[in-house]
């Protein structure tokens, strides 16, 4: 393995040798998630997200 791996490529690599799959919706979701609360603070999304809660 070389040594300036991303973080994305550590992931991988441990769900493929691991045989880790029920990681990847956990991690899908945190992602999003996060994504929401960026895209929620400050933005034109701001309106259209706040009315689906």
């Known amino acids: 393995m070389s040594k300036n791996k991303s973080l994305l490529g550590e992931l991988w690599d441990f769900m493929m040798i691991r045989k880790a799959w ?7 979701m945190l992602v999003l998630v996060g994504l929401l609360i960026i895209f929620g603070q400050s933005s034109a999304l701001s309106p259209f997200i706040y009315a689906l809660f």
């Not at 029920?22 to 899908?28: G, R, Y």
């Open 22 to 28: 029920w990681l990847a919706p956990i991690i899908i």
